[in-house]
């Protein structure tokens, strides 16, 4: 089986925007706008936080594919492409984080 990856995930999430709200997950919470989407990642990322804190690997695993789903809808909600998150993450591979850290102390 072919591996699934992020951008077919925001390429099924495209798919359903516009779509009738009772016929999918995804175009309700679009529909129901940027703010729905925002407070169902929060929600997902503090279920998936307690789950690592937890040692729960299989919940992490769970809360984990929430947390990335529902980010990816509240991308698309405030229309920030995926590309230009991805792009801004390759970007950042020019220096370790510690660098970065360091740097921003001294702005
Ligand atoms: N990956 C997901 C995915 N992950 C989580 N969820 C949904 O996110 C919701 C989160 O669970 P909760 O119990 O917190 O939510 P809830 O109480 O049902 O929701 P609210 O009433 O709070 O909004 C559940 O309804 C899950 O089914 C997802 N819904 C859809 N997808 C993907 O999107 C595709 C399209 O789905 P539809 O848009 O429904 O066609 C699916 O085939 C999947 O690939």
Known sequence: ????????LAALV???AGQPPDTS???KLLADG?????KKLGEEAVEAAIAAVQGD???????AADVLYHLI???????VP?????AEL????????????????HT
């Open 34 to 38: 940027p703010a729905k989407a925002a």
């Open 57 to 63: 690997r299989k919940a992490l695993t769970s809360e």
């Open 1 to 8: 089986m072919k591996t699934f990856t992020l951008d077919d």
């Open 73 to 79: 809808v509240t991308l698309k909600a405030v229309d």
């Open 82 to 86: 995926l590309a230009d998150v991805m």
């Open 25 to 27: 997950y995804t175009a």
């Open 14 to 16: 495209d798919s359903r």
């Open 90 to 105: 390759g970007r950042r591979t020019a220096q370790s984080g510690l660098a970065e850290k360091a740097a921003r102390r």
